[in-house]
């Protein structure tokens, strides 16, 4: 029987099982005598910590993890500074093998889940072949959209940029390379120019639409973020897509649907993420662009959670279901979602937010934009000279989103507001609350002798 992933569900106990005493019920002693099994799918940040949370509360539990990479935790926000070249290799990981062994996690890598039965609660493997489960996280997060034109299949250094062995193939070209295409309008295609450009390549960077972020960022945002693509020494062409791509002496051959064309060593594509939730299909389980869950990170089936990118989870600040694809966000989720697994009803209540660089700037985005809310409504305030934008976003009277580039002065006050829900008359106001400094901590109280 499923359940509905819509909000507002009735609590129930928590149940948790450390061992036997005089006061141990029953209940307790069958728990004990027969240890929960935990399967997680995906080792990824929501996952792995996940998995962490869980032993730390539960350490009786059977904690099987399984993905289909061949290694550990690695840092996926810390790639673009690995392809930069000022990361060393080694410090991409966050865990180890030896760290799953001393905690009793099972992991499973370089193992494929092929069919998850709801009803039976198994899921396959292969290799590996059928576990069960008492209970299961789904973190099984995307996979990068391929370029799909003439002559990309199959190309050699054609590079997206979700696993490290891709991080790994660009680095190892780098040396032998002087120009570089990267096509993609997001933040994936940012970092890879960034890259390539710090690392002196000559880097062209192709956007099928108008300016960066197009559908969150206004016209006034996109020349703030051209001007510091420019002082970076980037070559934009927007409005452009690559049409095919030709092999020519060990190079690519890049030609544009509007007139573009350049001789690379390197072809970078962010071209946006896939969910994978294809092993879903025809299961019952609820999904949309990802698994559908409630406030809780509870899906329609009993016992499964999900968690991290794939989650498409109901917000209780913005009051809408959406994803939230950013390294902070899953590894809140792992941590979240443990305890709820465990017996507790918590609801996740965070602001979602992005924060990168830009260039030599720094670009911050909060809440809801007009990308995930077309009805918001926006203000803004722009520098083109120091290269400081805000564009601040509403429905009714409530501040749902913002987006600062530059100066990230009053980054805390949009996230009070926003969480806080605080009516708000003047939509203009908040730019003068904004520019106002920030509050000292309070000093500690002094402690009577």
């Known amino acids: 029987m499923s359940r509905s992933c819509a909000p507002g569900r009735a609590a129930t106990a928590r149940r948790e099982a450390f061992g036997e005493t005089n006061s141990t019920s029953n209940e307790e002693i069958a728990l004990t005598a027969h240890p929960t099994r935990f399967v997680i799918i995906g080792n990824g940040a929501a996952g792995t910590y996940a998995a962490e949370q869980l032993r730390k509360l539960d350490a009786a539990a059977e904690i099987v993890m399984i993905d289909d990479e061949p290694y550990t935790l690695y ?9 930069r070249g000022v990361l060393l290799e080694q410090r ?91 096509l993609g309008g997001s933040f994936i295609g940012y970092e890879l120019t960034e890259a390539f450009a710090h690392r002196g390549l000559e880097t062209h960077w192709l956007m099928r639409g108008p300016w960066f972020l197009r ?31 030709e092999r020519s002496n060990g190079q690519l051959k890049v030609i544009g649907t509007k007139g573009f064309t350049a001789t ?43 968690a991290g990118d794939v ?17 902070d966000n899953s590894l809140n989720h792992g941590r979240h979602v443990a305890k709820n697994m465990l017996g507790a009803k918590e609801p996740y209540i965070e602001v979602p937010t992005y924060a990168s660089g ?28 120091p290269r400081n934008y805000k564009r601040l976003f509403f429905l009714g009277d409530k501040l749902v989103g913002a987006i600062l ?45």
């Open 75 to 83: 840092n996926r926000v810390s790639l673009p500074r690995y392809l």
């Open 92 to 182: 991409v990981y966050v865990r180890d093998m030896e760290w799953h062994t001393k905690n009793r996690i099972d992991l499973r890598l370089e193992t494929k889940v092929d069919q998850v039965n709801f009803d039976e609660k198994t899921v396959h493997m292969e290799p590996g072949g059928e576990i069960s489960y008492d209970r299961l996280l789904i973190a099984t997060g995307g996979r990068p959209n391929p370029l799909r034109a003439p002559g990309a299949e199959g190309a050699p250094y054609l590079f997206n940029f979700q696993y490290f062995d891709e991080a790994k193939g660009m680095v190892a070209r780098i040396p032998e390379s002087k120009v570089a295409v990267v």
């Open 215 to 245: 559908r969150a960022l206004d016209q006034e945002g996109g020349k703030v973020i051209t001007l510091l693509a420019q002082d970076a020494g980037v070559h934009l062409h927007y409005d452009e897509a690559i049409d095919r791509l």
């Open 264 to 306: 690379a060593d390197m072809v970078g594509v962010g071209l946006g993420l896939t969910m994978n939730i294809d092993i879903f299909e025809g299961t019952g389980l609820e999904t949309n662009v990802g698994v559908k869950t409630n406030e809780f990170l509870e899906t329609n089936m009993p016992d499964v959670w999900s």
């Open 311 to 327: 989650a498409e989870f109901y917000d209780v600040v913005s009051q809408r279901h959406h994803r939230m694809g950013t390294w």
């Open 358 to 385: 830009m260039f030599n700037s720094n670009i911050s985005v909060m809440g809801v934009t007009t990308e995930e809310e077309p009805d918001a409504e926006a203000v803004v305030e722009v520098e083109y000279e």
């Open 405 to 449: 580039v530059g100066k990230m002065k009053g980054r805390k006050k949009v996230l009070e507001l926003i969480s806080s829900r605080t009516p708000i008359e003047d939509r203009r106001k908040v730019f003068e609350l904004l520019a106002l400094p920030e509050l000292p901590p309070k000093a500690p109280a002094a402690t009577p002798e």
